[in-house]
């Protein structure tokens, strides 16, 4: 380390920093640090003169995240990587900097996070964008799972300074950990982080109920601790008579067990039973039912209470034997008896257990850890078998689901396999073998016959009746199975099954829709237009896509104008802002102003409380349009007149014409291939070419333009366009304006009225 010169922003950094080096060393046999103050260096000079929100020097969370990541005891290579997390991302040193000063391995796992860097997880409109993230985010996870353990350190060291942050980002980041990233750490068996990470995140996501709780339990907490201290005493006492030695040791429930158990269960506070646990670590298997049993002579057990996970690990590899008991004060507690090697995996999970790891002569592990990770394997199938992008975010959640129960349940042959309760036998013999799954035709539960959708429960024994002569799963087992398993071979089987005839069918659609249109297929089929639509739908081939279509899990026209959009694009690409006016006819040749657009079938779709047989026209000061708020105005021999609720005339009538009001609204069924004009008013930025842009994206989504001005701001800063269009619905024309704010220079779109 005496060839790195140090420099420390700060004292509190220059803490840090030692703090960091002192954990490492408790681990660590390696006397030779100096990557790892290299590593410091490279990142306090790239950070340098940048600041967190609150204030503090930036390297200050580089460091806080490797100090995380030394609390878990991983290699000096993931520390190094924790340190340089953000400078690819946030300063000028570039990844081949990384790779030429700290080696391939550092340059993979800081490329690996920063990659995830760009995911921004929402419940809203962004699904197939969020499943491709995580796509890759899992992709990243099952090559090296140091990323992952990375990526959540980082996270929890934004969650502790998410004070600095707005209301809107902190509720978003802490939603984000709730529903992705506490799930993944507890999956992974790192109840260290994964604690953190929910109490964090409650904290922000009901800042009443999180107060509250600490409120109430601060509150009990001299009373509790005492208890729990005389329960530990004698429970120490009790062992040692046994000939067990054991470390007991009490401590208090995390905040959001606790408010999961009263939201869920609809309890108070006073009505949860184990809000605090004793945990008593003993040497071996032999002692833990040593222990078992010399506690439950002390206490008396609560019944059902009761949960061997020694003989029946948790999928994420945590074992130890938990029992509820009634105290010496009538108040229930829960004891948890481990050995070291089961605590060591129940705090740090697969950081404890990973691949990467060798034993103590140096010989690898790595075979016998992997067939541990089998989670980690399926999310790898999953991602390489689902093409489609919102299935595999649907059973990313599903199978990151923090509050899904799980049965227990025996194979003919005694093998015990786990299933998310509410399960089927279709979804045990999917978790058998995907062929046994597609041969069956029907189940036994302990000897006798059930029907398929039964839901099976701990300790039954599942046997799956197959035959050869089975000509597959039925579409009913969709709606059927539990398992997201089950829901993907079931899936699968269809779909290849099917491959062949739906590509064609597929192939057939696009041909029809793109001659309908006045188009040639083979002309918009260019390589790297199909590849722009591969990648925006999710498929990993063409004729996914002609399969998709085929099968109706996409439409047509979603092809064929994607595809005609990238033809637009090419082709408007050399054309002037005059060149595109010119092809806008006049509004007085487009439109002629004593007539309606289709009048008189537009009047038929308008209903008008409590009148018949009345003429019914559209007012041209506003363009009323399906999907917009509507009022009829009662003319003076002319009918009634149609105004959106908004327009300026209708707002701006005197109190007694205000009588000559009438309630009107849409027959849907009616507007449905009807067109109609509307105006919005496009103002951008004043700069060449934006034109071109606009008119390409109006183009794109299959629009008519019926009229165009444009005209120029006095300080010729601003262009401002009014573009007529004919459409069909207000659906369109948002869908329309949402589209023209991705181009870079527009300001605000405004529909007009006249």
């Given at each position: 380390m005496e060839d790195v010169q140090l420099t420390f922003a700060s004292e509190d950094v220059e803490k840090d920093y030692h703090t960091l080096i002192e954990k490492i060393r408790l681990y660590h046999p390696t006397t030779d640090l100096t990557m790892v103050a290299k590593a410091y260096q490279v990142a306090a000079d790239a950070h340098a003169g940048q600041l967190r929100q609150s204030g503090e020097p930036y390297i200050i969370h580089p460091l806080?995240?490797?100090?995380?990541?030394?609390?878990?005891?991983?290699?000096?290579?993931?520390?190094?990587?924790?340190?340089?997390?953000?400078?690819?991302?946030?300063?000028?040193?570039?990844?081949?900097?990384?790779?030429?000063?700290?080696?391939?391995?550092?340059?993979?796992?800081?490329d690996g996070v920063t990659k995830l860097k760009t995911l921004t997880y929402t419940t809203t409109d962004k699904e197939e964008i969020q499943a491709e993230n995580y796509r890759k985010m899992f992709l990243a996870m099952a090559k090296d799972i140091r990323v992952i353990l990375i990526k959540l350190a980082d996270r929890l060291h934004n969650l502790q300074t998410l004070e600095y942050k707005s209301k809107e980002k902190q509720l978003e980041k802490a939603r984000e950990t709730l529903d992705i990233y506490a799930p993944i750490a507890n999956r992974l068996g790192i109840s260290k982080i994964k604690v953190d990470l929910e109490?964090?995140?409650?904290?922000?996501?009901?800042?009443?109920?999180?107060?509250?709780?600490?409120?109430?339990?601060s509150h009990k907490r001299e009373e509790r601790e005492q208890i729990i201290q005389e329960i530990c005493k004698d429970l120490r006492e009790k062992l040692h008579e046994g000939g067990i030695e054991a470390v007991v040791e009490g401590r208090p429930k995390h905040f959001f067990s606790i408010y999961k158990k009263m939201v869920n269960k609809h309890k108070t506070l006073d009505q949860i039973y184990d809000l605090f646990a004793v945990r008593a670590i003993v040497d071996s298997v032999k002692d833990?039912?040593?222990?078992?049993?010399?506690?439950?002579?002390?206490?008396?057990?609560?019944?059902?209470?009761?949960?061997?996970?020694?003989?029946?690990?948790?999928?994420?590899?945590?074992?130890?034997?938990?029992?509820?008991?009634?105290?010496?004060?009538?108040?229930?507690?829960?004891?948890?008896?481990?050995?070291?090697?089961?605590?060591?995996?129940?705090?740090?999970?697969?950081?404890?257990?990973?691949?990467?790891?060798?034993?103590?002569?140096?010989?690898?592990?790595?075979?016998?850890?992997?067939?541990?990770?089998?989670?980690?394997?399926?999310?790898?199938?999953?991602?390489?078998?689902?093409?489609?992008?919102?299935?595999?975010?649907?059973?990313?959640?599903?199978?990151l689901d923090?509050?899904?129960?799980?049965?227990?349940?025996?194979?003919?042959?005694?093998?015990?396999?786990?299933?998310?309760?509410?399960?089927?036998?279709i979804d045990f013999a999917y978790q058998i073998h995907s062929a046994v799954g597609n041969k069956m035709v029907g189940a036994r539960v302990d000897g006798r016959l059930v029907t398929l959708d039964y839901k099976v429960k701990n300790g039954e024994r599942i046997e799956i009746i197959t035959s050869q002569n089975s000509k597959g799963p039925s579409r009913d087992w969709l709606n059927i199975v539990k398992t997201t398993q089950a829901?993907?071979?079931?899936?699968?089987?269809?779909?290849?099954?099917?491959?062949?005839?739906?590509?064609?069918?597929?192939?057939?659609?696009?041909?029809?829709?793109?001659?309908?249109?006045?188009?040639?297929?083979?002309?918009?089929?260019?390589?790297?237009?199909?590849?722009?639509?591969?990648?925006?739908?999710?498929?990993?081939?063409?004729?996914?896509?002609?399969?998709?279509?085929?099968?109706?899990?996409?439409?047509?026209?979603?092809?064929?104008?994607?595809?005609?959009?990238?033809?637009?694009?090419?082709?408007?690409?050399?054309?002037?802002?005059?060149?595109?006016?010119?092809?806008?006819?006049?509004?007085?040749?487009?439109?002629?102003?004593?007539?309606?657009?289709?009048?008189?079938?537009?009047?038929?779709?308008?209903?008008v409380k409590g009148l018949h047989d009345l003429a019914v026209r559209f007012s041209k000061c506003c363009d009323p349009v399906p999907g917009d708020e509507i009022v009829g105005f009662i003319t003076r021999g002319r009918g009634v007149s149609i105004h959106r609720t908004d327009c300026v005339n209708i707002m701006m009538l005197p109190e007694e014409e205000r009588k000559r009001l009438i309630e009107a609204e849409w027959e849907v069924s009616s507007t449905e291939g009807l067109k109609f004009q509307s105006t919005i008013q496009v103002i951008t930025e004043e700069r060449s070419g934006i034109l071109v842009e606009i008119s390409s994206v109006i183009n794109a989504e299959n629009l008519k333009i019926l009229h165009l001005d444009a005209r120029v701001s006095k300080d010729h800063m601003t262009d401002t366009f009014n573009v007529t269009l004919e459409i069909s619905s207000k659906n369109q024309l948002d869908q329309l304006g949402n589209k023209l704010m991705q181009i870079p220079g527009v300001h605000e779109i405004v529909r007009t009225s006249k």
């Open positions: 806080k995240v490797a100090i995380t990541l030394a609390d878990l005891e991983l290699d000096l290579e993931t520390i190094e990587a924790g340190l340089l997390h953000d400078v690819v991302e946030d300063t000028k040193v570039s990844a081949e900097d990384i790779e030429r000063i700290f080696g391939k391995d550092v340059s993979l796992l800081v109490d964090l995140s409650l904290k922000y996501l009901d800042p009443d109920a999180y107060h509250e709780l600490t409120r109430q339990i833990c039912y040593g222990a078992l049993g010399i506690i439950h002579d002390m206490y008396t057990p609560v019944p059902g209470r009761f949960k061997d996970y020694i003989a029946m690990p948790k999928s994420n590899m945590y074992q130890s034997l938990h029992t509820t008991l009634i105290g010496p004060s009538g108040e229930p507690f829960e004891v948890q008896i481990r050995t070291w090697e089961m605590h060591r995996t129940a705090q740090y999970g697969i950081a404890a257990h990973w691949k990467y790891k060798e034993d103590m002569n140096g010989v690898s592990t790595k075979h016998s850890e992997e067939e541990k990770m089998v989670w980690l394997q399926k999310i790898l199938e999953w991602q390489q078998n689902l093409s489609d992008n919102k299935e595999f975010m649907h059973v990313l959640k599903q199978d923090v509050f899904q129960d799980s049965v227990f349940v025996f194979s003919p042959k005694g093998d015990v396999i786990e299933l998310p309760a509410g399960s089927t036998p829901k993907n071979k079931i899936s699968q089987w269809f779909k290849k099954e099917l491959k062949q005839e739906n590509v064609a069918r597929g192939k057939e659609l696009l041909e029809k829709y793109a001659k309908s249109k006045g188009m040639s297929l083979p002309e918009l089929l260019r390589p790297e237009w199909m590849k722009i639509v591969q990648k925006k739908y999710g498929f990993l081939d063409w004729e996914s896509v002609l399969a998709a279509v085929g099968h109706g899990g996409l439409k047509e026209g979603q092809i064929v104008n994607r595809l005609h959009e990238e033809y637009r694009k090419e082709h408007l690409a050399a054309m002037t802002d005059e060149d595109v006016l010119k092809l806008i006819p006049d509004k007085a040749e487009a439109v002629p102003q004593d007539q309606d657009l289709h009048q008189k079938k537009k009047g038929g779709a308008i209903i």
